[in-house]
Nanobody, 121 residues
Framework: QVQLVESGGGLVQPGGSLRLSCAAS????????IGWFRQAPGKEREGVAC????????YYTDSVKTRFSVSRHNPKNTAYLQMNSLKPDDTAVYYC??????????????WGQGTQVTVAP
């Protein structure tokens, strides 16, 4: 069955970096865009980044545009979110999701379980 598993979260100091991974199984990653989302306590889930099926197009929300980088390695069925210059406001549970389209639509039809990212001194 379709499955997405995030990893790489943790506790990091402000200004630090983390790389999240999203391991996909049960489908061919090449056919779908992958979106990254996050949800902080008491806040709505927001889209953070997205990468199209072959990586030709990427999107970022304004607050992360110069600090985060999304990538993918289709032969490994894995997508990544490199997060640099992390701020306390980046603290959230991060999710990857399969976009039902090869292009980024902002939607997700299958979701991972999430990985916690905490940015604190």
């Amino acid at each position: 069955q379709v499955q997405l598993v995030e990893s790489g979260g943790g506790l990091v100091q402000p200004g630090g970096s983390l790389r999240l991974s999203c391991a996909a199984s049960g489908f061919i990653l090449d056919d779908y865009a992958i979106g990254w989302f996050r949800q902080a306590p008491g806040k709505e889930r927001e889209g953070v980044a997205c990468i199209s099926s072959y990586g030709g197009t990427t999107y970022y929300t304004d607050s992360v545009k110069t600090r985060f980088s999304v990538s993918r390695h289709n032969p490994k069925n894995t997508a990544y979110l490199q997060m640099n210059s992390l701020k306390p406001d980046d603290t959230a549970v991060y999710y990857c999701a399969r976009d039902p389209s090869p292009s980024c639509t902002g939607r997700g039809d299958y979701w991972g379980q999430g990985t916690q990212v905490t940015v604190a001194p």
